[in-house]
């Protein structure tokens, strides 16, 4: 059975500076592997995904995260955060051939001036 | 395009009470999910429906509780009756194929709140 580990409930940092949020996943077959932000009050909106091909996947807000097979990781990059970014981050696998995902317990991510 | 389209956005009620969620996925997508937020579990999937047939069940907690999907456009959540512990934040989302690979889009969510 798959499943998702996000190992930081919470991540202060400050404006400008890089930020790593960190996904492990567990699974007996090949995956594909997604990240999300949740905003306050609102859904969650898609990231990034790794389906097949270059382990460094690029997303929208200048995210980018590397997916890493032997280590089961697939960890959110942004070499300089925003204000805007403070949001919830999700990581998710998808389960089996089917698209409902597994989602891990999310980090959040606070940006600070 | 609207993006999928939840209602009510707040539902206050009172234990024993029925509660329906309403949503509308993206037109033209095939897989609906229902999906459910909290603190202590985080996002839950619920139920998950292809082609309007639900296929995945297994998630929703008792049967108090309840999905439809009568056609393509519009899907109910159901929870009769309600009990102070099913306060939490419920989410739809839809995807295109329903395949492992497709990424899902969801509403706003509706923060339900029995009292």
């Known amino acids: 059975a798959q499943s998702v580990t996000q190992l930081d409930s919470q991540v202060p940092v400050f404006e400008e500076a890089p930020v790593e949020l960190r996904c492990n996943y567990s699974?007996?077959?090949?995956?594909?592997l997604f990240w999300y932000v949740q905003y306050p009050n609102q859904g969650l909106q898609l990231l990034l995904k790794y389906l097949s091909g270059s382990t460094l996947v690029k997303g929208i807000n200048g995210f980018e995260a590397e997916f890493n097979k032997s280590q089961t990781s697939f960890h959110l990059r942004k070499p300089s955060v925003h204000i805007s970014d403070t949001a919830e981050y999700f990581c998710a696998v998808s389960k089996g051939s089917q698209g409902n995902l597994i989602f891990g317990k999310g980090t959040k991510l606070s940006v600070k001036p | 395009d609207a993006g999928v389209i939840q209602s009510p956005r707040h539902e206050v009620t009172e234990m024993g009470q029925e509660v329906t969620l309403r949503c509308k996925p993206i037109?033209?997508?095939?897989?609906l999910f229902w999906y459910r937020q909290t603190m202590m579990r985080g996002l839950e999937l619920l139920i998950y429906?292809?082609?309007?047939?639900?296929?995945?069940d297994s998630g929703m907690p008792e049967d108090r509780f309840s999905a439809k999907m009568p056609n393509a456009s519009f899907s109910t959540l159901k929870i009769q009756p309600s009990e102070p512990r099913d306060s939490a934040v419920y989410f739809c989302a839809s995807s295109g194929t329903g395949a492992s690979n497709s990424p899902l889009h969801f509403g706003n969510g509706t923060r339900l709140t029995v009292t």
């Open positions: 429906f292809n082609n309007n047939v639900p296929i995945d």
């Open positions: 037109s033209g997508h095939n897989s």
């Open positions: 699974s007996s077959v090949s995956v594909y």
